[in-house]
């Protein structure tokens, strides 16, 4: 019966782990993947993580009954509330509300499904979504999963300035059509590296506003572009504060390095009270037929973490120890480069943000730093900064080098 099933294609980042893995060449270096790295090139275990799985290890009031099907109420109100901000003209009024999810996709997803059920007509798979050119490739799938029918991309990238093409976003803004639901990266931007400056948000809050767009904000990276939680969040509170209703998917999975624990967070903000309980309503039928209740553990980390002011403290450390140690790569690639004296500009290594910088590799180049490095990159030249270490950094920028200039 299923000998018809054509064989999906591999998910591009998974596969190339999977190729990094299997070669056996000492200098390979895999800058493909999409989670934090130590110097020594290890995943990272936060110390306050740490700490505070031992404080539930040793909590005998917890047990391991279903939650909510919304999930734990306190993870859901504090996560909320670092998206939004503690004195948040919204959560003030009462208007928001949230549904813990499995990680940020699970929150995209949620947020889809109720979007194609809900929003501008029941079951209108005919509104635009818009994704910006390019984005994190899931992006596009989640919402063709949800059923939308009509997925378009934004104008972003402006590859020749290696920038932000702030003209080509707004027009496209300008030309969609009413109702349009926009996907908007909170901040850190996967895969450029490039964000909106806040004056650049107040130009595009203006058009969705006037133009009746919908925000939908992806926060997959709150605490890596600036090494500030509040700086980072600076466009999804602007929004709110002009009066937006929108959603904000948030994942814990890279500033808490929770990425197997699946903890996310979908933050509605409505009109009114009345209006958000209705919509978590509709959420919670979608919830319990996609995975009925959440996990627990990564919640509670989280939870625990974010209601204790000594533990945040703790936190917000943590998440500057990782911004700071990609800042670190940033400037030690980018002048190596420099003194090698690389053809182009690499200004735009350290001036992009967040985890990931796009380097203007072309698709030949990263092949052969593949192929001939053992260098492991996405085709469209993206490059985890935590994939480089004080050790690897020399051997990196010669390839980068060669790939330039062969
Ligand atoms: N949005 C963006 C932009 C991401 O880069 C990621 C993770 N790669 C996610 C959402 C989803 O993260 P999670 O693993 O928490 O589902």
């Known amino acids: 019966i299923f000998t018809a099933v054509p064989r999906a294609p591999p998910v591009a980042v998974f596969k190339l782990t999977a190729d990094f893995r299997e070669d056996g060449d000492a200098r390979k270096v895999n800058l493909g993947v999409g989670a934090y790295r130590t110097d020594e090139g290890q995943p990272w275990v936060l110390p306050v993580v740490k700490k505070v799985e031992q404080m539930i290890a040793n909590d005998n009031s917890l047990n391991h009954e279903y939650l909510p099907i919304l999930g734990l109420p306190e993870f859901r109100a504090n996560a909320s509330r670092i998206a939004l901000g503690d004195d948040s003209p919204a959560i003030k009024e009462n208007r928001i509300g949230s549904v813990q999810s499995l990680g940020g996709t699970g929150a995209l997803r949620i947020g889809a499904e109720f979007l194609r059920r809900w929003y501008n007509g029941n079951n209108n798979t005919a509104t635009p979504v818009y994704i910006s050119a390019p984005s994190w490739e899931n992006h596009n799938s989640v919402f063709v999963d949800a059923g939308f029918k009509d997925i378009r991309t934004y104008h972003y990238w402006d590859a020749a300035k290696r920038g932000l093409d702030l003209q080509g976003l707004l027009d496209d803004m300008e030309k969609a059509p009413e109702f349009s639901i926009f996907i908007l990266h909170a901040c850190a931007h996967n895969p450029t590296g490039t964000d909106p400056t806040p004056d650049q948000w107040k130009q595009i809050a203006a058009v969705m506003k006037r133009r009746f767009l919908f925000p939908f904000f992806d ?13 980072d969040a600076w466009a999804v509170r602007y929004f709110v504060s002009e009066g937006f209703e929108l959603f904000c998917a948030q994942s814990f999975s890279k500033n808490f390095g929770l990425y197997n624990e699946r903890v996310g967070n979908l933050t509605v903000v409505g009109k ?5 309980q ?13 995975w009925s209740n959440p996990p627990s553990q990564g919640a ?3 939870a625990t973490t974010l209601t204790s002011p000594q533990l945040f403290a703790e936190w917000k450390d943590n998440v500057k120890t990782m911004a700071d140690r990609v800042l670190l790569m940033r400037s030690e690639l980018r002048s190596r480069l420099e003194s090698l004296g690389t053809p182009g500009t690499w200004n735009h290594i350290t001036e992009q943000i967040g985890m990931f910088s796009f380097t203007g590799l072309n698709p030949k180049q990263v092949e052969y730093m593949i192929k001939e490095k053992h260098i492991y990159l996405m085709a469209s030249g993206r490059i985890n900064m935590c994939g480089l270490t004080t050790k690897n950094l020399d051997y990196v920028a010669k390839s980068i080098h060669e790939a330039v200039t062969k």
């Open 219 to 231: 926060s997959a990276y709150q605490g890596f572009a600036s090494g500030s939680l509040d700086k």
């Open 272 to 276: 009114d009270a009345d209006n958000v």
């Open 278 to 290: 209705r919509v978590l309503s509709q959420m919670e039928k979608i919830v319990r037929t996609t």
């Open 300 to 302: 509670r980390i989280v």
